[in-house]
C-alpha cells in the first residue's frame, strides 16, 4: 500500500516549478500579452527558495557542509527565509544579518523558523563594519565550519535561475516569449533566467527593474558607479547601492526605474484586479510593464513574462497598510498626481 501514498519527502521537494499565470485585467489597457511567473508558489514564498537549495545543495556536494554546520547570510528577508527552511530539514544552524529597513514581519518570520537573526542599519555605505554584508563577514570568520552564502557575489545564484527558472519559461511559454522583465537586486534571477532563454533565442529582450536611489541603471550605461545615485528608498529586495557581482550586466537589455509610491499602488492594484495577493517587487515590475508599455516597447504579438518575486502577506505592516501609506504620503501621491491608478480597482 505504501507506494500508494502520494507524499513529497520534504517540503524542500516543492521548491521550483511554479506556475505562469496569464494577467487579464492589470494590463488589459497595454499592446501585447502578459504573464506573471509566481514565485510566491515556492514553498517558502518567493524565488529565493531556489538560490538557497541550489546553494547550499553545491556546498554538500563540494563537502563543506555536514550535520550541525552552519549557514550564513545578509538577507532582505526573503533568501532568509529559504535558508532558515532548508537548513531546518538538512540540519543545519543558520545565521541572518538584515538591513533594518526589512519589515517586522520578515525579521519575526525568520525568527519563527529558528535563526538567529542580526539587524543592521540600512543607511551606512556597504564597507562600513555596521553594514549587514560586513557583520555577515565577521560571523563567517568567528564561527569554524560554516558557509556564507554571499548571494550578491556567488555564481551559484545565478545558476540557479539557469537551471530551473530560465527552463520553466522557455517550456511555459513553448519558446514564444518575446519579452523578459524582472527585478534586479543581487541580479542572480534576472542574470541567470535571461542566460537560459537567450540561449534559445537571442532576440528575446530582457528588461531590469531598478529603484530610484539605486545605482544599477547608471552602471549599465556607463559602466560607472555614481554615488550621488545612492539614496534611499523604501522598495525591499530592489537596486543596489554597490555592483553585485551575481549580475550579468551584458545579457540585460535595458534598465528601467520606478518609483516607490506608484510600485506600491501598482501591487495593491495587482491583488485587486488579479487576485494574486503580491509583494512590493511584483508591484514594481508591473509598474516597469506600464511605463514601457507608454514609450512602446510592445507590439500586439509580444509575449512577455513578468516575475513575480514573492507574496504579499510579508508586507501587511508597509504597502498593504493604509497607515503606513499614509505615513509615506503615498496616499496622497495617488490623489493628486497619478488619479489614473485607481482606475484598475473594482
Ligand atoms: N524582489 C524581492 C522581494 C527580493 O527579495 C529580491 C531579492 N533581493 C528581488 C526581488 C530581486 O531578485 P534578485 O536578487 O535575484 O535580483
Not at 530539514?89 to 538591513?99: D, P, T
Not at 555596521?130 to 555577515?136: G, L
Not at 511555459?172 to 537560459?196: D, F, M, N, P, W
Amino acid at each position: 500500500m505504501e507506494n500508494k501514498i502520494k507524499a513529497y519527502d520534504n517540503i524542500l521537494a516543492l521548491v521550483g516549478n511554479t506556475p505562469l499565470v496569464r494577467l487579464n485585467r492589470i494590463t488589459q489597457e497595454f499592446t501585447g500579452s502578459f504573464y506573471a511567473k509566481v514565485e510566491a508558489f515556492n514553498p517558502g514564498h518567493s524565488a529565493k527558495d531556489r538560490i538557497a537549495l541550489h546553494i547550499i545543495e553545491e556546498a554538500e556536494r563540494k563537502g563543506l557542509l555536514s550535520e550541525g554546520s552552519t549557514v550564513i547570510e545578509t538577507t532582505s528577508g526573503n533568501t532568509g527565509f529559504s535558508i532558515a527552511m532548508a537548513s531546518i530539514i538538512k540540519g543545519y544552524e543558520c545565521i541572518l544579518a538584515v538591513s533594518s529597513k526589512s519589515s517586522k514581519d520578515k525579521i519575526d518570520i525568520l525568527r519563527s523558523m529558528g535563526a538567529q537573526v542580526y539587524v543592521c542599519p540600512a543607511h551606512v555605505s556597504a564597507d562600513d563594519p555596521r553594514s549587514y554584508y560586513e557583520v555577515a563577514k565577521r560571523l563567517h570568520r568567528e564561527t569554524p565550519g560554516s558557509i556564507y552564502i554571499n548571494q550578491y557575489f556567488n555564481e551559484l545564484n545565478i545558476e540557479a535561475h539557469y537551471r530551473s527558472t530560465g527552463p520553466e519559461i522557455w517550456e511555459q511559454t513553448g519558446g514564444q516569449i518575446t519579452h523578459l522583465v524582472a527585478c534586479s537586486g543581487t541580479g542572480g534571477t534576472i542574470s541567470g533566467t535571461a542566460r537560459y532563454l537567450k540561449e534559445q533565442n537571442p532576440n528575446i529582450r530582457v528588461i531590469g527593474v531598478d529603484a530610484y536611489g539605486s545605482v544599477l541603471k547608471k552602471y549599465h550605461e556607463t559602466g560607472k558607479l555614481d554615488p550621488n545615485e545612492i539614496y534611499p528608498y523604501r522598495i525591499e529586495g530592489l537596486g543596489k547601492n554597490l555592483i553585485p557581482g551575481a549580475t550579468d550586466f551584458n545579457i540585460i537589455d535595458e534598465y528601467i526605474k520606478v518609483t516607490d509610491a506608484e510600485s506600491a499602488h501598482m501591487a495593491r492594484n495587482i491583488s485587486k484586479t488579479e487576485g494574486i495577493f503580491v509583494g512590493y517587487t511584483s508591484g514594481a515590475v508591473v509598474q516597469a510593464l506600464k511605463q514601457l508599455d507608454a514609450l512602446g516597447a510592445f507590439a500586439p504579438d509580444s509575449k512577455v513574462v513578468a516575475i513575480f518575486p514573492d507574496h504579499g502577506s510579508r508586507y501587511m505592516s508597509k504597502i498593504y497598510s493604509d497607515e503606513w501609506m499614509r505615513d509615506q504620503g503615498f496616499l496622497e501621491s495617488a490623489k493628486e498626481v497619478r488619479p489614473q491608478e485607481v482606475q484598475y480597482v473594482k
